[in-house]
């Protein structure tokens, strides 16, 4: 029997599908339990994979995502899922980061949202795209313009 928490959600407890194309779809969200709280959530995802778009080659990074949620939040296994997407997905890794950020917008409007790409040396160089999101009108669109100047990434 399904509590009233995972209601909707069809990834969760189920077998595991690993699709071989950018899927943002396979995202899902349950309610924040705490919405009267703020508080961080952080994911790490320390094999990330993607493919250059114009070489083919693999990619390899950490991506680590932060939040601060509202109403939503992201479901783990279907965020696995989501960013596992990325590992045939032919994409820049600034692209990437801002993709990921985005698509998370979209699906959970967070308070506060940071993800980060920390990309393996290809070619002697190593890339660490940053974006950061802050809920316009609201103290966390100041935050985000503060963490923004001060990010070393």
Known sequence: MK??????????????????????????????????????????????????????QPDFAEIRISYIPDKRMVESKSLKLYLFSFRNHGGFHEDCVNTIMKDLIRLMDPRYIEVKGIFMPRGGISIWPYANYGKPGTKYEEMAKKRMMQQEV
């Open 3 to 56: 509590d009233r928490k995972q209601e909707g959600l069809k990834v969760l407890g189920n077998d595991t599908e690993y699709l071989p194309q950018y899927t943002p779809e396979v995202l899902e969200t349950f309610e924040n339990m705490h919405q009267e709280n703020d508080y961080w959530v952080r994911f790490n995802c320390p094999e990330f994979t993607t493919l250059c778009p114009i070489t083919g």
